[in-house]
């Protein structure tokens, strides 16, 4: 069971809007009332939704601007990893979220997406019909995702629990088995490849 709002807190988040219950579930998920006032006025109703945006260090009017471009807090090549890639190719003041959707709607994911804007190619009509000549999404293996060599991989007889607890989240022995350490493994896995496309691409691309 949760936590309930103390009494003395009450009357405040009753003043920010808030019924007993609702303040108990944002109080739960560690809001405070302003916080949580911050995301119910960006139609953020679901304190458990809120908390996932924010666990990937989303404000509330971000995550709104993210939501309206059709990403949701639940997606497996997540916001988070789409900001990052266009936040070096992108002023502060461009609207990350909407050249995410051009790309995301042009077929690429976020990890397809950074090989070309990589390349200098940051219109993904061109990086589509580029892909489309060549069948393959990817320009290039981006430099994030080649294969690691870890101080771990000399311990792997040890079994340590650094290495199968993300194995375990993202495929298992197939990603140890095929030389990738747990945090190319993970970079991988949220890309949606498999770790038998992940070594083949990887090998097409060494030394390129």
Not at 49 to 58: H, I, L, N
Not at 76 to 93: Q, S
Not at 100 to 118: P, T, V, Y
């Amino acid at each position: 069971m949760g936590i309930d709002v103390p009494e003395e807190d009450r009357a405040e988040w009753r003043d920010a809007g808030f019924t007993a219950d609702e303040a108990d579930q944002w109080y739960n998920c560690g809001f405070s009332p302003y916080y949580a006032k911050e995301w119910t006025d960006n139609a953020f109703g679901d304190p458990y939704e809120a908390d996932q945006w924010s666990a990937y260090g989303f404000k509330a009017e971000e995550a709104a601007s993210w939501y309206d471009a059709g990403f949701t807090s639940l997606d497996e090549d997540h916001p988070e990893l789409w900001r990052d890639t266009l936040a070096p190719v992108l002023r502060p003041d461009q609207e990350k979220h909407w050249h995410a959707k051009e790309w995301r709607d042009a077929g690429f994911n976020h990890a397809q997406a950074l090989s070309w804007i990589e390349e200098g190619v940051l219109d993904p009509q061109n990086a589509k019909a580029e892909a489309q000549k060549t069948g393959n999404k990817f320009h290039h293996l981006p430099e994030m995702y080649v294969k690691h060599t870890p101080s771990e991989l000399a311990m792997l007889d040890t079994a340590t629990e650094s290495w199968l607890s993300p194995y375990g989240l993202y495929g298992g022995k197939d990603w140890e088995r095929l030389g990738f350490s747990p945090d190319a493994a993970k970079a991988w896995a949220n890309t949606g490849i498999s770790p038998a496309t992940a070594a083949e691409l990887r090998e097409r691309y060494a030394g390129k």
